[in-house]
């Protein structure tokens, strides 16, 4: 039983069966919101001001940086909180990632009740009675949840708190934010609001996402806390007597709510946190008295396992099978979490210059790339072929017959596929017909340098990320200059319609040195540049992908490995390129510090040679709340080791709730035009 596919070789801990791939999603649904797996372990408690407690020991201490409704990612390893504007910090108070100021507001009232979103990928939060939503990694600017005709003017929305499935609870008053409160919830998928609790205030789900905590008060008039199913059914209190109690968050593993306790019901007192045992009712002080004045809005933080992996063969060429096993059902059977191939794409396995563009390809037409030898097809990607693709599907030989002989075209024809061969004189014009056969009218074209394979990979990888939606091609450059057959594509194109992004230096001179003579005088294109493999590949990341939840990582000399990883990872998130076989690329390590609350998976491909462990294990304890809480999994030939599928479905068949939970999601394109546009006078 293989648990688990590129998308969550990500949660490498996660004891669940993956639901099979759905469809691309242009904004947040209903999809998992956690990191890992629940129960998760109970960290310390968090109070606006970043005072931290610990609840075993009743030790204080405090986060630099932070500021009011201050809560945790879902897997513990970033805060967020508002000062002014929003924004989030490691737990040690350090890395501050802003968001920008929200856009599409009815006001510009301050911003209030934080939370995090769809497994740590987005930020929602109230303002002036309005709910909005951002990306955790600030890549573009907050705006409106929901739209006008489920938020009107005339409500008062605040309190978002959002459950592992996606789903947003939250308070509504109608008329003014003076009114009676009740407990709403938001579908993001299904476009709908629906009251789940009347005369109820400051939701809580708890971390299964079948329950909700929320404030009401009882018949003395004191707000208590109470629980009820998601459904608003089996009501109960968990609080009584004179205090006012307030602020509801349930801890990681569900057993325990910690909210804020007010020691009289005067409005001016003092308060301290306490939390409440859910089965026995008990209640536990958190703080005293003395530190009244740094506490309040209680998070209790969820130390969730992240993960990373390795996928690899026993040589280069054979990473490419253990790639396509790891991703892809065998015809007949249908594996939770893996797809079914519509297509494969050949390349050459010894001519880097036809294959860079191929995942772009594999990923638009939902079938891996493989390698073979230029003379005939391998035993090993024959035998891989007739194990994911059915009969009558087109297999895409890219390259001419000097590239991949016609005997590989007879021997694909030979097993029953359609070869479609896709040539042009050279390399650049081959690229020119891998792009067409993507798109007829692509909305994005990548130019990468044609022995530039490391950029030209990760523009792959991004172009093909909507899968079988992609509009996005790859064309190759010469160096600095293009050649008559790019340059007469790109020609043929509107750049009003379609955006054209130069990856690199050379490409972006060799763009803006030639002519076009159907373009306007001065158009648009959206230069990418970097010094280094990783700078560029981050480049790219951040460009094209908002706060994805995993990614993928190929060692800069090693070009098979980054096909592989390019073809497995496109539509799930950017490759990048660690230029080190020992150490992980710097600029690869501060994106995935500044990707945190989000990443909770890096898988890595090519053998140990290519990138050693201690890659692996920096990027692990980067993309965590520290060293103590990733693990890595290694896929050889694509596969999870036995021992450790039969733990894991073990595990999973006893959890259901947590298999419905952790549904994984396409990483959705989402490009960042506006600060790379950059205007050209020809």
């Known amino acids: 039983m293989r648990l688990f596919t590129r998308r969550r070789a990500a949660a490498l801990a996660t004891a669940v069966v993956l639901a099979a791939a759905g469809t691309l999603a242009a904004a947040p649904g209903a999809v998992a919101d956690d990191a890992g797996p629940w129960p998760g372990v109970e960290g310390k408690i968090l109070n606006d001001g970043g005072l931290l407690v610990d609840p075993a020991t009743g030790k204080t201490s405090t986060i630099p940086n932070v500021g009011s409704y201050a809560t945790w990612a879902p897997d513990g390893s970033r805060v967020l909180s508002v000062s002014g504007q929003i ?22 009232a301050p911003y209030e009740d934080l939370t995090f979103w769809n497994r740590g990928r987005y930020v929602v939060f109230a303002s002036g009675g309005q709910l909005a939503y951002g990306p955790s990694d600030a890549s573009w600017a907050p705006g409106p949840l929901m739209p006008a005709n489920l938020e009107p003017a005339t409500v008062c929305d605040s309190e978002p708190s959002v459950n592992v499935n996606g789903l947003v609870a939250f308070e509504r008053r109608a008329g003014s934010c003076n009114a009676g409160a009740g407990v709403y919830v938001y579908d993001g998928a299904r476009k709908t609001v629906e009251l789940a609790l009347a005369d109820a205030e400051q939701p809580a789900w708890s971390p299964d996402g079948t329950k909700l905590a929320f404030v009401r ?25 004179p205090r006012r109690y307030a602020d509801p968050s349930w801890s990681p593993t569900g057993k325990r709510i910690v909210f804020d306790a007010h020691t009289s019901p005067n409005s001016d007192d003092v308060h301290t946190v306490e939390y409440v045992d859910t089965t026995t009712g008990e209640l536990t002080p958190v703080t005293d008295a003395t530190n009244s004045s740094h506490v309040g809005n209680p998070s209790w933080q969820p130390l969730r396992q992240n993960g990373t992996g390795r996928v690899w063969g026993a040589n280069a060429y054979l990473t490419g099978t253990a790639s396509s096993r790891w991703t892809w059902n065998t015809v ?6 893996l797809m079914n191939a519509k297509s494969a794409v050949l390349v050459n396995q010894d001519a880097p210059e036809y294959a860079v563009t191929a995942p772009a390809l594999a ?17 090993t990607t024959k035998n891989e072929l007739k194990r994911i693709l059915a009969p009558g599907k087109p297999v895409y030989l890219v390259g001419s017959a000097s590239v991949l002989d016609n005997t590989v075209a007879s021997q694909v024809k030979a097993l029953g596929y359609v070869p479609v ?64 057959s790019v340059q007469s594509y790109l020609n043929s194109l509107n750049p009003d319609k379609t955006m054209i992004i130069p990856v690199g230096s050379a490409a972006s001179y060799a763009l803006t040195h030639t002519s076009f003579s159907r373009w306007p005088s001065t158009y648009s294109y959206y230069p990418i540049s970097g010094t280094t493999d990783g700078s560029i590949s981050v480049a790219i990341a951040m460009f094209w992908w908002t706060a994805p939840n995993m990614t993928g990582l190929a060692y800069s000399g090693a070009w098979r490995d980054g096909v592989s990883a390019a073809a497995a990872v496109n539509v799930f998130g950017p490759l990048l390129w660690s230029s080190s076989a020992t150490a992980l690329s710097p600029e690869v390590n501060s994106y995935l510090v500044r990707e945190s609350a989000s990443v909770n ?18 990027a692990g304890a980067s993309m965590s709340a520290g060293s103590a809480y990733f693990t890595y999994r290694p896929y ?42 950059t205007l050209h006078r020809q």
């Open 217 to 241: 008060k009882d018949t003395d008039g004191n707000p208590q806390i109470f629980t009820a199913k998601a459904d608003g059914t089996d009501v109960r209190q968990l609080t009584t007597g």
């Open 332 to 337: 007949g059977h249908s594996e939770p979490g």
């Open 421 to 484: 061969r896709l040539t042009g004189a050279d390399r650049y014009a081959t690229s020119v017909m891998v792009s067409r056969t993507v798109s007829s009218a692509p909305k994005y074209v990548f130019l990468a340098g044609g022995t530039e394979y490391r950029a030209a990979l990760s523009a792959a990888a991004a172009a093909g990320s909507d899968g079988s939606a992609s509009a996005a091609g790859v064309v190759l450059t010469n160096g600095n200059k293009l050649t008559a």
């Open 636 to 677: 050889y030939n694509g596969l999870i080791p036995a021992a450790s599928a039969r733990a894991l479905a073990a595990h999973a068949d006893g959890d259901a709730s947590a298999a419905t939970a952790q549904r994984p999601e396409q990483a959705g394109a989402r490009p960042n035009l506006a600060p790379l546009k």
């Open 601 to 618: 998976s890096m898988v890595a491909f090519g053998g140990t040679g290519s990138l050693a462990q201690a890659e692996l294990n920096t």
């Open 363 to 379: 990923g638009r037409k939902e079938g891996p790339v493989l390698m073979t030898q230029k003379t005939g097809l391998s035993s």
């Open 87 to 108: 924004s989030s910090v490691l737990p040690n108070g350090t890395k501050k990632i802003t968001l920008p100021w929200a856009q599409g507001l009815r006001s510009s």
